[in-house]
Nanobody, 122 residues
Framework: QVQLVESGGGLVQAGGSLSLSCAAS????????MAWFRQAPGKEREFVAG???NYADSVKGRFTISRDNAKNTVYLQMSSLKPEDTAVYYC????????????????????WGQGTQVTVSS
């Protein structure tokens, strides 16, 4: 049974930092393309970060995606947070590698976590 479980969300003031984790079970992380997406109220789900160095322009230089294959976990380190970063953050996975531009498409991913809320206060 495949499962992705996010953790680490919460409430933080603008300018602060948070680190999200996504633990994968039933999958071998090293064989997967992983990504983070987010969805704010009333908005569509949007790409945040994926692969090893693929970032949305809105988070470039502030967010860092990383992975620990031994722990089967992918991380999203977020710093200099802004109120507009407030959203539910989702971890996504798919088997195999895909081109960077395809990593930004939500429909490219097979597995999704349940999401974790990140709220940035001004």
């Amino acid at each position: 049974q495949v499962q992705l479980v996010e953790s680490g969300g919460g409430l933080v003031q603008a300018g602060g930092s948070l680190s999200l984790s996504c633990a994968a079970s039933g999958l071998i992380l090293s064989s997967l393309t992983m990504a983070w997406f987010r969805q704010a109220p009333g908005k569509e789900r949007e790409f945040v970060a994926g692969g090893s160095t693929n970032y949305a322009d809105s988070v470039k230089g502030r967010f860092t995606i990383s992975r620990d294959n031994a722990k089967n976990t992918v991380y999203l380190q977020m710093s200099s947070l802004k109120p507009e970063d407030t959203a539910v953050y989702y971890c996504a996975a798919r088997a195999g590698s895909i081109w960077s531009h395809l990593q930004r498409r939500a429909d490219m991913y097979t597995y999704w976590g349940q999401g974790t809320q990140v709220t940035v206060s001004s």
